[in-house]
């Protein structure tokens, strides 16, 4: 129980720190609502749940890919980012709305592009593999089934997770609030251009 404490600390001072997951849910939640915001979390936990049964299946691989290829993915994902953040500098500013609207907004492509767009964030941050590589034996008793202890170590790997971007989504709605009591709405569109842009040199970095 000690060590399983000791995890948690570990993935917790992790998680919590601005990242491509975090900053995408405080840009769904300012721009669609907080609805948006759980949709996007789930599609990334969906892929966390890929990386994880990856690190089951073989720890030996990951650890044998090469850089160039993890190198590959992280700039795939950094540049469509980019590319996302470049539109969004180019959009117009936001007619004042009313206040329910930014909650009740359908983003473009519906729910699904969400999710399809928090999916692929996660799937193509490999950082998420190798932390779970390198993290995971460091808490695993070799005398003690393997298949329990993993299922919990990312069991509460994804429980941390989801509650940290979910806070992320909250800060997101508040500050969307707090805009349109002040009439600055038409901020958003560059505001997300810079989240984007964070999500992308984070991912490239």
């Known amino acids: 129980m000690q060590a399983w404490w000791m995890y948690a600390a570990v993935v917790t001072a992790v998680v919590f720190s601005p990242g491509p997951m975090t900053l995408f849910a405080m840009a769904n939640a300012m721009s669609h609502g907080r609805r948006a915001a759980l949709v996007g979390i789930l599609g990334g936990s969906t892929a966390y749940l890929g990386h994880l049964a990856i690190v089951y299946a073989s720890l030996a691989t990951i650890a044998g890919w090469s850089a160039g290829t993890l190198r590959a993915v992280r700039v795939a994902g950094g540049c469509y980012f980019l590319w996302m953040a470049w539109r969004q500098w180019r959009a117009p500013g936001l007619a004042a709305p009313s206040p329910n609207a930014a909650a009740a907004a359908t983003p473009a492509g519906g729910l699904g592009r969400i999710w399809l767009r928090g999916f692929l964030i996660a799937a193509t941050n490999p950082k998420a593999i190798l932390f779970f590589a390198a993290l995971f034996p ?27 971007n979910a806070s992320y989504g909250v800060a997101g709605s508040a500050l969307m609030s707090a805009l349109r009591r002040r009439g600055r709405e038409r901020w958003l569109p560059r505001l997300l251009a810079v989240v984007f842009a964070a999500i992308g040199l984070v991912m490239l970095a």
């Open 138 to 164: 460091r808490f695993i008793d070799v005398q003690r089934p393997y298949t329990g202890q993993f299922l919990l170590l990312g069991a509460t790997y994804l429980a941390i997770q989801f509650v940290s």
